[in-house]
């Protein structure tokens, strides 16, 4: 005669502890996971008004107000042939890319380290690769939006289109990874919340300063040092396209990608998930 009896209290918990584990998320695939990853980064920068506004706002704003300014322009060569405006409109762009993929990056990274966001992800099923890309084209969405925003606006001041969109894309897509490698980077190095922002700007002004993106340098000395930085290389490659040269600027795109490269070394050998001991 066949038992009617229930399973065993065992049999019970294994058969749901199996059911559990076909349900795991890391186990929906991988694109899956990025998706929900990027969707997540999503959601967190647009439902903060405060940290919304500030990016896409202050390039507008400054922009408009050298729209005002440089409006109707000639060429000069203060501008090396081009007129205000032309000048900069990639330059504010490339600031506003630097801020989103290195800046905000760095800080954001390091106050969910301090607060424990960090750590409990690393708990979890994600795996660390799908964390990163997620943050990464997070970042490189809002650089598109905003060097969308100044471009249009510059349009509208009569700055021409770019001479070529598929170097200013690749241009972009560049500059925003190896910068998001540099923030996770200097992220790794920062010991507190606190501390950030001060690091950041430590690092950022100077660069920015050095690299033509408040005016124009006329150093050779200086522009062969700043050259073999970050920050220069991209202004002149978002440059280019304004000047209406056009073309990919490998070697500027080539010392990018090396900065890049030592973002993402830096950030594998140091990054901590957890907060550093007081």
Not at 160 to 167: I, N, Q, V, Y
Not at 192 to 215: D, H, K, R, T, W
Not at 219 to 231: F, K
Request: charged share 15%; glycine share 8%.
């Amino acid at each position: 005669m066949t038992s009617t009896l229930p399973p065993s209290t065992t049999e019970t918990t294994r058969r749901r502890t199996d059911r559990a584990g076909r349900e795991r998320p890391d186990e929906r695939g991988s694109l899956a996971l990025l998706a929900h990853q990027i969707r997540y980064e999503q959601l967190s920068f647009w439902r903060n008004p405060q940290s919304m506004v500030f990016t896409f706002v202050l390039p507008i704003v400054i922009i408009s107000v050298f729209g005002a300014v440089f409006s109707g322009s000639e060429s000069e060569d203060f501008f090396f042939g081009l007129s205000g405006l032309q000048y900069y409109t990639p330059t504010i762009a490339a600031v506003s890319v630097l801020g989103a993929c290195y800046g905000q990056l760095a800080i954001v990274l390091a106050m969910r380290r301090q607060t424990g966001v960090l750590k409990r992800l690393h708990a979890t099923p994600l795996p660390a690769w799908v964390y990163f890309a997620g943050l990464l084209v997070h970042c490189v969405v809002v650089s598109v939006v905003d060097v969308a925003l100044v471009i249009g606006i510059g349009r509208l001041y009569g700055v021409p289109w770019p001479a070529d969109w598929l170097a200013l894309a690749l241009t972009l897509v560049l500059g925003a990874a190896s910068f998001c490698a540099l923030g996770v980077g200097v992220a790794s190095l920062i010991r507190n919340s606190e501390a950030a922002p001060a690091v950041v700007q430590f690092i950022q002004f100077p660069l920015v300063f050095i690299s033509g993106s408040y005016f124009p340098i006329h150093s050779d000395v200086m522009n062969n040092i700043a050259g073999l930085l970050p920050v220069k290389p991209f202004n002149d490659a978002m440059l280019a396209p304004f000047a209406h040269q056009g073309g990919f600027q490998w070697k500027e795109l080539a010392v990018l990608a090396a900065w890049g490269v030592v973002g993402a070394l830096i950030a594998v050998r140091s990054f901590r998930w957890d907060p550093r001991p007081e």
